[in-house]
């Protein structure tokens, strides 16, 4: 069983809808909470971060925690053509240090 | 403040030949990690150090791949010989290993590997 699950997508919303992308994780010990975003040819770029059960609110971006559930989500209001990209959802372990990664979910804003 | 440094950015060589891959972390960073990421496979952790050490190199596909971390500020993942099938982006990343809440991993650039 893989640390990290994402539907892969493709998901794609119009231009001004809320994108909402999901994560589950498999670790109890899971302690952070992260999302990135990665264009196509650059690297993931911290988006992200959650450390408690509940909401998260940055800008546009919003990300939900309920760990009794071992859910982790990422909703993007009046989503812009430039949100397009692949979004991956990242865990770390406290001990040890240890980073683990979804397969990411590629989103397509539709002008 | 500079962020992880990676070179070389692009590399284009033929099967069998030596491939080294250089990072510089986040001054101050601690923990660093080799990802090896693919269109099929996703981002995979190669290997990771703390305090120079490696911790997990469960990730390292095989014998041909290895990895050195000699002081906190240079690391190098070497594949000798290299294969087409190693083609791939290869990033590191650093994070500091506090206690508590609040790491975060960030990631160079990445190397652009294309074995021929």
């Known amino acids: 069983q893989k640390e990290v699950e994402q539907n892969s997508g493709p998901l794609s919303v119009p231009e001004g809808a809320i994108a909402s992308l999901n994560c589950t994780y498999s670790?109890?010990?899971?302690?952070?909470f992260f999302w990135y975003r990665q264009y196509s040819g650059k690297s993931p770029e911290l988006i992200m971060s959650?450390?408690?059960?509940g909401d998260k609110e940055d800008g546009r971006f919003t990300a939900q925690l309920n760990k009794a559930s071992q859910y982790v989500s990422l909703l993007i209001r009046d989503s812009q053509p430039s949100d397009s990209a692949t979004y991956l959802c990242a865990v770390n372990i406290e001990t040890g240090n240890q980073f683990y990664f979804g397969t990411g979910t590629s989103l397509t804003v539709i002008p | 403040d500079a962020g992880v440094i990676q070179s070389p950015r692009h590399e284009v060589t033929e099967m069998g030949q030596e491939v080294t891959l250089r990072c510089k972390p986040i001054s101050g960073h601690n923990s660093l990690f080799w990802y090896r990421q693919t269109m099929m496979r996703g981002l995979e952790l190669l290997i990771y150090f703390n305090n120079n050490v490696p911790i997990d190199d469960s990730g390292m596909p095989e014998d041909r791949f290895s990895a050195k971390m000699p002081n906190a500020s240079f690391s190098t993942l070497k594949i000798q010989p290299s294969e087409p099938r190693d083609s791939a982006v290869y990033f590191c990343?650093?994070?500091?290993?506090?206690?508590?809440?609040?790491?975060?991993?960030?990631f160079g650039e990445g190397s652009w590997l294309t074995v021929v």
């Open positions: 990343a650093s994070s500091s290993s506090l206690t508590g809440f609040g790491n975060t991993i960030y």
């Open positions: 670790d109890r010990g899971s302690q952070s």
């Open positions: 959650i450390y408690s059960n």
